[in-house]
């Protein structure tokens, strides 16, 4: 599958190798490697303070690994952060890009729409005529919307909704309309399995192997790798040793921090997000 305005593989293939970051107090994850092609769904799973949020934004360019080597859609990390951030998106990630709980869900995609269309493609698509423009944004907010299954007319209010009176997996829903407004290769979502009960768990799953299956690649962390659809599957962090006990089973593998000194190392490497 292809961008339909660039030509280009719409997912992006994902690669590391001995993927590891360092922050002052200690490893916040190390030893990763995995080989996805794009519209692959990838589970990144650990407790908290495993890592898995920080590998997440080390993989969309948005951190500076510390030790080995990944490529994402043919673009090397740690040296290219800036062009790889260009054709990736986070979902909400807490202390790094939440969203506001105040601002209504019509707000948010009114905002992500015209920060889209300011920064996308060629500077001479801002000379078309304002009503073009305006129709191009809102066919791409009503394709997000679709693909993460988000009905407005569904919420308590419709589009009026504040974000603070969503459910756990409309919130959800939303983060990742959000990010595909802006048409990435690679998505990431962090915690995709959150809060959310079962059948919600489902849900969100579901949503995200759609995704994948549109030809995008995914990045979920979440505390379990689903079972009930197809995912590589990242462990990190104290679930390391069922990934040892079957390696063959598993796209990566290793976070030889302990529980503690990885909480602090992720805290410190949060600090340092902005500088990546």
Not at 61 to 77: D, F, H, K, S, Y
């Amino acid at each position: 599958m292809t961008d339909r305005d660039t030509g280009a593989p719409r997912g992006a293939a994902v690669q590391a190798e001995g993927f590891g970051l360092k922050g002052p107090r200690g490893w916040v994850f190390r030893g990763v490697t995995l080989d996805a092609p794009p519209g692959t769904l990838i589970a990144v799973e650990g407790a908290s303070g495993s890592g898995r949020t920080c590998l997440l934004l080390s993989l969309t360019g948005r951190m500076r690994a510390t030790e080995g080597r990944a490529e994402v859609g043919g673009v090397t990390l740690p040296k290219h952060l800036a062009a790889v951030r260009r054709f990736t998106a986070t979902g909400p990630v807490e202390g790094v890009a939440e969203l506001d709980p105040a601002l209504t869900v019509a707000e948010h995609l009114r905002e992500r729409a015209l920060l889209q269309r300011r920064f996308d493609g060629s500077p001479l698509s801002l000379l078309r005529p304002r009503k073009e423009r305006a129709a191009r944004a809102r066919a791409r907010i009503d394709e997000a919307l679709e693909s993460a299954g988000l009905d407005l007319d569904t919420l308590p209010k419709g589009p009026r909704t504040s974000v603070r009176d969503l459910e756990r997996l409309e919130a959800l829903r939303l983060g990742v309309a959000l990010a595909l407004i802006q048409g990435p290769r690679l998505l990431a979502v962090d915690d995709a399995d959150h809060k959310l009960a079962s059948a919600d768990r489902a849900a969100a799953w579901a949503l995200l192997r759609a995704v994948a299956d549109s030809g995008i690649t995914v990045v979920a962390a979440c505390t379990e790798a689903p079972e009930s659809v197809e995912a590589l599957t990242v462990r990190l962090g104290a679930a390391q040793e069922h990934a040892e006990e079957d390696p063959q089973d598993t796209g990566a593998t290793e976070n030889t921090g302990d529980t503690e000194e990885t909480e602090e190392g992720a805290a410190d490497a949060y600090a340092e997000a902005g500088r990546a």
